[in-house]
């Protein structure tokens, strides 16, 4: 089956908070994580029979969800997992605040990489929470994040992390996060895995290792966030799982959750079902676009002196240093001219900027030429 991802889809004047947040200013959204690509025909068809039936009272679980998550975690990661693992939530984001908020108390603290996706932030600070900040250092074109940083206090209790990496792109191999679990153990830390961009590797060389299928320590000090929201573009219909084997762990990542964090909605199950067991044909295709989106991209901006991006190995996220640009603000120089980007402070670095590149390749194109026009004036 051919997809066509460089179809136009006008989300301007729809219930997009992408592409809402300029409002009629011609500005190009290239912000938040969601494509600007219509969903695969599978996930379209189950919403639509299951809507047909017309009854949307409370839902339960269905098996069917439950089934093809653990399959698929073994089939593509060689992760068993057990059902009974499973904790349903309407986003990976409620998980990175429910893990703060269980598995630290008052006076101890959080550990996370910076830069670092803004929730992993946020989640420590509406938790009245200290966080450890480990930077990020650029190696052999990877960000990768410094164990060896002399930052800990000795009162961490939780360590944060995220695989693919948000906003580097980096997909950490074996030997990185065996180095990340010897930390855990050094520091008897718990570990928050968001996983939620797993599937979209763009490097051939590449595969994604879930922390918790490292060992059976690993397992059993790890909580792992996981969607198909970002992967098949449904973040709207708000389907996640955190995935808990330790049964102390979960038992309290559940009582912390009771009456605050919702359940599923039904529609959402329905989507995430079909969304991996139908998925997989859409999901190759969307990655050759986005792999060719991101070699162009890397290609038009390290022609220009003054930026500089990594190829990201995963997500459709370009990580662009802008220090040379010698602009106070470069998401505000930026928008400027016309390009919304997520600005680099609430990842943790004033000189960044966020790209996202999962959109169409004129969307793309008219974004360079954009770019370079903005890089030009400096000059």
């Known amino acids: 089956m051919a997809f066509d991802f460089n179809q136009w889809i006008d989300r301007r004047h729809s219930d997009s908070l992408k592409w809402h947040k300029y409002g009629d200013r011609d500005v190009l959204p290239l912000w938040v994580?969601?494509?600007?690509?219509?969903?695969?025909?599978?996930?379209?068809?189950a919403i639509k029979k299951r809507a047909d039936h017309g009854v949307f009272g409370y839902g339960d679980t269905p098996s069917g969800l439950i089934d093809i998550t653990v399959f698929r975690l073994a089939q593509r990661y060689n992760w068993q997992i057990q059902p009974d693992w499973i904790v349903?939530?309407?986003?990976?984001?409620c998980g990175l605040n429910l893990s703060v908020r269980?598995?630290?108390?008052?006076?101890?603290?959080t550990v996370a990489p910076t830069p670092i996706y803004p929730p992993f932030r946020s989640a420590a600070k509406l938790a009245d929470r200290v966080q450890v900040n480990l930077p990020m250092q650029l190696q052999d074109d990877r960000w990768l994040m410094d164990l060896d940083h002399h930052a800990m206090q000795g009162n961490e209790r939780l360590l944060m992390l995220c695989n693919p990496q948000n906003p580097g792109g980096t997909v950490y191999r074996r030997e990185e996060l065996a180095a990340q679990l010897a930390f855990a153990q050094q520091h008897d830390l718990i570990?928050?895995?968001?996983?939620?961009?797993?599937?979209l590797l763009l490097s051939p060389d590449v595969q994604h290792i879930p922390f918790a299928a490292l060992s059976e320590d690993a397992a059993q000090r790890s909580i792992t966030l996981i969607s198909p929201s970002k992967t098949f573009n449904i973040a709207g219909?708000?389907?996640?799982?955190?995935?808990?084997?330790?049964?102390?762990?979960?038992?309290?990542?559940?009582?912390?959750?009771?009456?605050?964090?919702?359940?599923?909605?039904?529609?959402?199950?329905?989507?995430?079902?079909?969304?991996w067991r139908e998925g997989d044909e859409w999901l190759a295709a969307q990655l050759d676009y986005l792999r060719a989106n991101r070699d162009w991209l890397v290609e038009q901006v390290n022609v220009l002196p003054e930026l500089q991006m990594a190829s990201p190995e995963a997500t459709?996220?370009?990580?662009?240093?802008?220090?040379?640009?010698h602009v106070d603000n470069p998401t505000n120089?930026?928008?400027?001219?016309?390009?919304?980007?997520?600005?680099?402070?609430?990842?943790?670095?004033?000189?960044?900027?966020?790209?996202?590149?999962?959109?169409?390749?004129?969307?793309?194109?008219?974004?360079?030429?954009?770019?370079?026009?903005a890089v030009m004036a400096r000059r």
């Open 33 to 45: 994580a969601d494509t600007d690509f219509r969903s695969p025909p599978c996930v379209i068809e």
């Open 88 to 93: 349903l939530l309407p986003g990976v984001v």
């Open 102 to 109: 269980a598995f630290t108390e008052s006076g101890q603290a």
């Open 191 to 199: 570990v928050c895995s968001d996983e939620i961009h797993c599937d």
């Open 237 to 275: 219909l708000g389907a996640s799982m955190a995935i808990i084997p330790n049964r102390d762990l979960r038992q309290r990542f559940k009582r912390v959750r009771e009456g605050i964090v919702p359940g599923v909605d039904v529609l959402a199950l329905v989507a995430a079902e079909a969304a």
């Open 316 to 325: 459709y996220l370009g990580w662009i240093d802008a220090s040379q640009l």
């Open 333 to 373: 120089y930026f928008e400027q001219h016309g390009l919304g980007f997520s600005p680099g402070r609430d990842f943790g670095d004033d000189n960044f900027v966020r790209f996202n590149f999962g959109c169409t390749r004129a969307t793309l194109e008219q974004a360079v030429a954009r770019l370079q026009k």
